[in-house]
């Protein structure tokens, strides 16, 4: 009784493995041949001679004869969107369609004025809080960089001899603010204004950041009689 052999192969090699094969096949035998991709590349189809015999990763036959089976495999490509929220916080880039499997990819973030870049999220979980983010691609990824708006607050004194304001800064949207006057010798605080309309008589003023504030601490000069 004549024995046959089944030689299996992948192309290219590193597409996956391959198994069923053996040299002391009957005549007539089933076999099945399998092929196994590796990450990053899908199985195409059993090809001998260059004609295709199979599109099944498991290709079962009976043995007539001697049989040399390619498995083949493609490389897969992978996609990495990027966006901004919200969109006027700043551009994103480093995205693209054909990244292939364990590839290094770089996103970066260019803030616009008046935000500040907070986090890359993916399906709303934090990835990374750097603007330029490095990663090696495993599967498609869909990245949303994250800005908050920011305001600014300045403080000022009048007149300046009347004493010092204090706590003005760059503050994310909605965050407290607090800003402080504190009254020279001679001198009596009366308010804060802005554009010279009083907000508070408070020294010590507390406010949500939601908008650019130019604030002035108004001084009285006292007389002792």
């Not at 052999?5 to 002391?24: D, E, F, I, K, L």
């Not at 973030?109 to 999220?121: D, E, H, K, L």
């Not at 020279?184 to 908008?211: C, H, Q």
Request: cysteine-free; overall charge neutral.
């Amino acid at each position: 009784q004549n024995n046959y052999s089944v030689t299996t192969s992948s192309n290219p090699p590193a597409g996956g493995t391959t198994g069923g094969g053996g040299t002391a096949f009957t005549y007539n035998q089933s076999v099945t041949v399998t092929a196994s991709p590796n990450a990053g590349y899908s199985f195409v189809n059993w090809t001998e001679g260059g004609s295709v015999v199979s599109s099944e990763a498991g290709y079962n036959f009976n043995v007539a004869s001697n049989r040399t089976l390619v498995a083949n495999f493609s490389q897969n490509n992978y996609s990495v969107t990027t966006s901004s929220n919200p969109p006027a916080g700043g551009t994103t880039s480093g995205g693209g369609t054909a990244f292939t499997y364990n590839q290094s990819v770089t996103v970066t973030t260019n803030t616009n004025s008046g935000y500040r870049f907070v986090n890359w999220t993916e399906n709303s979980a934090v990835v990374s809080t750097n603007s330029s983010y490095s990663f090696l691609v495993t599967s498609n990824s869909n990245l949303a960089a994250n800005f908050i708006q920011t305001f600014t607050v300045t403080t000022a004194s009048a007149p300046l001899a009347g004493g010092s304001a204090s706590g003005g800064g760059t503050f994310d949207s909605g965050s407290p603010v607090t800003v402080t006057a504190l009254s020279s010798s001679g001198y009596r605080f009366v308010n804060w204004t802005e554009g010279s309309i009083p907000v508070s008589t408070s020294s010590s003023y507390t406010f949500a950041a939601n908008a650019d504030r130019n604030l002035t601490a108004n001084f009285i000069q006292t007389y002792v009689i």
